[in-house]
C-alpha cells in the first residue's frame, strides 16, 4: 500500500512569495500532522488535524502559515509572503487514529527554500 | 515543559558491533511514550521502537531494543549487530498525555538527533 505521499519534494521560492505544500495521507488515516525540520535539528510540531478539523495549531510560528484538510483527507500547508527563516524541511505524518501508543507514518517532506 | 535531550550529535560504530543512543527526557505527565525513528539521508522519518510509561517490560523490535529507566527518565536506544544501512540520524521523541482514545492526541515533541556512522 501507499504511504504518506508529499509534494512538491523540493521548493526554491523568492522571498515574499507564497508557497503550497501538500500531503496526501494514508488512506483512512483519521489524523495529520505538520512538523517543520530546520537544517540539523529535530522536527517541530506546527498542527495537528482529527478528519478535517483542526484540533491544534499551537506550533504555527506566524499567521502567515495556514493548514487546511477541507475533506479529511489531503492537507495542505500555505506560507505566505515567505522569509528565508520559513527555509526547512516540512514533515506530514498521519496515524489511523492518533492514539497514544500509535506509530506516525512520516512523509519524504518538502524542503523549502527561501532566497 | 517537556524536553527530550540527546547528548550524542554523532557516534560511529564499527559493523557488527552493538551501539547505544542516548535519550532523557523531562516530563511532569504520568502518562506518556517514547518512540525512537530513523532519518536516512532521503529525509523519511522510520519508525523504530515504542515505550509507554506503563510498560513494565522494555521494548524489542528486532536489533532494536529500549533501555527503559524511568526512575532516571532516560530511554536509551541499543542497536545489535550493526549494519551499514544503519547509518542514518537517530531522533528520540515523546508523546506526552493520554492519546485520543482520551481526548488527547499523539504531539511529538523530538531531540535533536544523534547521527550514526556504521564502518566496515
Known amino acids: 500500500g501507499a504511504g504518506v505521499s508529499q509534494s512538491p519534494r523540493y521548493k526554491v521560492a523568492k522571498r515574499g512569495q507564497d508557497v503550497a505544500l501538500r500531503c496526501d495521507p494514508i488512506s483512512g488515516h483519521v489524523s495529520l500532522f505538520w512538523y517543520q525540520q530546520a537544517l540539523g535539528q529535530g522536527p517541530e510540531f506546527l498542527t495537528y488535524?482529527?478528519?478535517?478539523?483542526?484540533?491544534?495549531k499551537s506550533g504555527l510560528p506566524s499567521d502567515r502559515f495556514f493548514a487546511e484538510r477541507p475533506e479529511g483527507s489531503v492537507s495542505t500547508l500555505k506560507i505566505q509572503r515567505t522569509q528565508q527563516e520559513d527555509s526547512a524541511v516540512y514533515l506530514c505524518a498521519s496515524s489511523f487514529q492518533g492514539v497514544a501508543e500509535e506509530t506516525q507514518y512520516f512523509g519524504p517532506g518538502t524542503r523549502l527554500l527561501v532566497l | 515543559a517537556q524536553k527530550i535531550t540527546q547528548t550524542q550529535p554523532g557516534m560511529f560504530v564499527q559493523e557488527k558491533e552493538a551501539v547505544t543512543l542516548d535519550c532523557t527526557y523531562d516530563t511532569s505527565d504520568p502518562s506518556y511514550g517514547l518512540f525512537w525513528y530513523k532519518q536516512p539521508s532521503s529525509g523519511e522519518m522510520i519508525f523504530l521502537i515504542y515505550?509507554?510509561?506503563?510498560?513494565?517490560q522494555n521494548a524489542t523490535e528486532g536489533r532494536y531494543s529500549l533501555n527503559f529507566q524511568k526512575a532516571r527518565k532516560s530511554a536509551n536506544l541499543v542497536i545489535s549487530a550493526s549494519q551499514l544501512g544503519d547509518s542514518a540520524m537517530y531522533f528520540c521523541?515523546?508523546?506526552?498525555?493520554?492519546?485520543?482514545?482520551?481526548?488527547?492526541?499523539?504531539?511529538?515533541?523530538f531531540g535533536a538527533g544523534t547521527r550514526l556512522a556504521v564502518h566496515p
Open positions: 521523541a515523546m508523546r506526552e498525555g493520554p492519546g485520543a482514545s482520551r481526548g488527547g492526541y499523539n504531539k511529538l515533541i
Open positions: 488535524f482529527q478528519n478535517e478539523a483542526q484540533l491544534d
Open positions: 515505550q509507554g510509561s506503563y510498560d513494565q
